[in-house]
């Protein structure tokens, strides 16, 4: 982390609200972070200031922002500003966030705990930050023009409430949000409870990101902000497989996963190996007659949704958004399905005149996850990422749940990948006479067969 000054007289700095001169005479420092590896939990030094120690959260690819003490209020210094993010290795977007990253830090109180949250404005153009699921008095809720001034490009503002309930919340801004959110600018908050909460289980492991997607046209490095729908980048925490950290947990640990949705359509979130129960929304713990068992849960947009279960299965299992193209990297709407097609003798003419065409599809996209196809600079593969059996055929939002018997309590490093005990792995079974059928037939993987269509029967147009 790197540590920077940013307006520390009073004079520069304006209010959301009326606070005292005492407050407004030095401003905290900014916390820089621009390393996308994940963070390990900040315990902050000395009280919590709500008289409770806490299990501080783990953010993915993220971190949280340290505070300072001031006469009992804990002070945060947030700097809305342009940011360069690697959303997987070698791959980076120009985006907007805050203290060098998109998302911005997380912020993490406890409940009952008085907060002021400077915040600096060093983008091109005004912005102000909604503090998403909180209560708090009307002017410190962060819509521009509503409940505020926007923050001009150059100055301070200052939010000051109390934390009055835990929680699973967020922020983002509430100006020009179309364009600062198809940016990047977001960020999580999390809310611990200042006793012990009888819908809140003591978990060992508590991690948290955020949904997002970004429209990133091949070879380029900002996103299209008039994107509403088609978005090519489906990202978690602003990062895509393979460049998403793994989720680490020690066999038998109780685990909390807290998932926030800022993109324009709902996420269905799939966890192999074990069954989850939403515990919490923005809107609070859910009351535990209203629980149940799952495995997959849809986060609409603007929702938080708190998951926890037990890892008690040792193993390397898949976590990601369900949508199919939401777990693939950058591609085209409009390129044909070439299943069925037989490209035999037509390849080497094309590329007598294209020498770069290559043929894809014939025979599903899965030679895509293997293919070392030469891309615009910049471009995001499609398919990426390789397991220790090969290529695993994914991108976007994908990562893995590793649970391990010998993982240290509170460790939160990449243990490898899982060795398999004997008599546990899907095998070959040798098949006699699998491989000689006539070249041409149904069953030859290595040539379509013949496609048929058959029309609808009906009354014909004329």
Known sequence: MQRRHFFTGAATALAAASVGRAALAAIPEAVQQTSADTAPPWTPPGVTGAGRPYSPVLTLNGWTLPWRMNNGVKEFHLVAEPVVREMAPGFLVNMWGYNGQSPGPTIEVVEGDKVRLYVTNRLPEHTAVHWHGQRLPAGMDGVGGLSQPQIPPGKTFVYEFEARRPGTFMYHPHADEMVQMAMGMMGFWVTHPKGKHPLINEVQR?????????????????????????????????????????????????????????????????????????????????????????????????????????????????????????????????????????????????????????????????????????????????????????????????????????????????????????????????????????????????????????????????
């Open 206 to 462: 508590d991690v948290c990101f955020l949904l997002n997607a970004f429209d990133v046209e091949p070879g380029s490095r900002t996103p299209q902000v008039n994107t509403m729908l088609e978005q090519n980048i489906w990202a978690w925490n602003s990062r895509v497989f393979p460049g998403i950290s793994p989720l680490v947990a020690r066999l038998g640990d109780r685990v909390r996963v807290r998932i926030g949705n800022l993109t324009m359509t709902n996420h269905p979130i799939h966890i192999h190996g074990i069954e989850f129960e939403v515990t919490g929304t923005d809107g609070g713990p859910v009351p535990k007659t209203a629980r149940w068992p799952e495995v997959t849960t849809d986060i609409g947009v603007g929702q938080m949704r708190q998951i926890e279960f037990i890892a008690d299965e040792p193993g390397d299992w898949a976590m990601h958004c369900h949508k199919s193209h939401h777990t693939m990297g950058a591609m085209g709407h409009g390129v044909p399905t070439m299943i069925g097609a037989d490209h035999r003798g037509l390849v080497q003419k094309i590329q007598r005149h294209t020498p770069d065409y290559m043929v894809m599809g014939e025979r599903g996209m899965a030679d895509m996850g293997e293919m070392q196809m030469e891309l615009p600079e910049n471009t995001f593969p499609m398919m990426t990422g390789t397991g220790p059996y090969g290529p695993i055929e994914m991108g976007g939002m994908f990562t893995t749940l590793k649970v391990r018997a010998d993982q240290k309590p509170g460790d939160h490093s990449d243990p490898g990948w899982y060795a398999m005990p004997p008599g546990t792995q899907a095998r070959e079974v040798p098949t006699p006479g699998a491989t000689s059928r006539a070249p041409g037939s149904a069953a030859d993987p290595q040539t379509p067969a013949a496609a048929s269509a058959r029309k609808p029967a009906g009354h014909h147009n004329h």
